[in-house]
């Protein structure tokens, strides 16, 4: 993908506290309201104008544009892997990232991004808006100045939050425990199953016990892709004609299914060995809750036993977003039990 890059200095004359490199892909954060009304996007280079406080962070600011910024219902595979070659080609020169993305996929992107950045030990934090830059009661302004100071934060010479985050509505969550909950406020994110790493308010407090430290000398990323995955909704009544569909489509090869309460699924015959046929042929089931702060334990109920006993690979309490990402990273690089223990095993903090 294309991208624009300019740099701009908020501390000159005064000497630099820190390196903080801005990626923009689209979103509301990075809108404005011409005269007509209608949203597009800002031009970076008069970020102090809009937003002066920034000259009080004393950052030396890098910020990469998309030349065709994407709305994060169109944000995938092939745009993850552009962020993660950005970020991986800036790291040296960089003490921290700030991605400015669209909320309705952030969770998706950040979970990704935390698979993909094998070694990370500097803050990549996801931000964005409800609101435009420009409008009078927008979140932009807070949520670009809060998560550029926690990307800049040292202390003893290392990151304050070296991982994937998301920062919105006052609150700092690990990415890939995130959650979008809300479209019309300005708390659009949870993570039920992890705390914050930090709230802002009057300062910014971190919960340093929560925050993932990764003792690693280099940066690697993973590329390897594989969007032949699915996501199966369990409901009360659900037939034949709904299931087959998904884990028979052809060349799928992993599927994440969201069951009820603590992993529990319908014990009916069909689904069961619909379920054991496809794992046979080499798909990948891996169960989640549909509870927002679920915990799939295979087992507990008779009617979580048998997918435990047939190959489905229990997810514990990861999200939707963690674990659909998970699975295409996995099948994009790995095969047989390494890629088992890879989906098994806490990669990034995404589960307990």
């Known amino acids: 993908m294309e991208y624009q890059k300019i740099s701009i200095n908020t501390a000159s004359p005064l000497p630099v506290r820190a390196r903080v490199m801005i990626i923009y892909t689209g979103g509301t954060a990075g809108m404005v309201a011409d005269a007509h009304g209608t949203l597009r996007p800002f031009d970076f280079s008069l970020i102090l104008q809009h937003i002066p406080t920034l000259r009080n ?39 921290g990232f700030v991605i400015l993305h669209g909320t309705d996929t952030m969770a998706y992107t950040a979970s990704a991004l935390s698979f993909m950045l094998s070694g990370l030990n500097k803050p990549v934090i996801f931000t964005g808006a409800q609101l435009s830059i420009t409008h009078p009661r927008s979140d932009a302004r807070e949520n670009l100045i809060t998560a550029l ?21 006052n609150q700092l969550l690990r990415g890939n425990r995130s959650k979008k909950a809300e479209s019309n406020h300005f708390d659009a994110f949870q993570s039920e199953n992890y705390p914050p790493l930090a709230r802002a308010g009057v300062k910014i407090e971190f919960n340093s016990a929560a925050i993932r430290i990764v003792s690693a000398d280099k940066l690697r990323i993973r590329k390897s892709i594989c969007s032949d995955v699915s996501i199966l909704k369990i409901f009360p009544g659900i037939t034949p004609a709904a299931v087959n569909p998904v884990l028979n489509a052809p060349g799928i090869k992993g599927v994440v299914i969201e069951t009820f309460g603590s992993g529990n699924a319908p014990t009916a015959r069909w689904f069961i060995d619909a379920l054991s046929t496809a794992i046979k042929s080499g798909v990948i089931i891996v169960n989640v809750s549909q509870c927002p702060g679920g915990m799939v334990q295979q087992g507990r109920y008779e009617t979580s036993k048998e997918l435990a006993g047939i190959g489905v690979i229990g997810g514990g ?5 963690a674990a659909i990402t998970k699975l295409m990273l996995g099948l994009g690089e790995l095969k047989g039990p390494d890629l088992l223990n890879w989906l098994q095993s806490p990669v990034a903090g995404e589960h307990s």
């Open 317 to 321: 309490d990861m999200t939707t977003e």
């Open 57 to 95: 962070l004393m950052l030396e600011l890098t910020v990469i544009s998309f030349n065709e910024p994407v709305d994060s219902s169109n944000i995938g595979p092939r745009e993850w892997a552009t962020l993660a070659e950005i970020v991986e080609s800036n790291y040296n020169t960089q003490d």
């Open 149 to 169: 100071e926690i990307a800049s934060m040292t202390k003893d010479g290392n990151a304050f939050v070296p991982e994937v985050c998301i920062y919105f509505g």
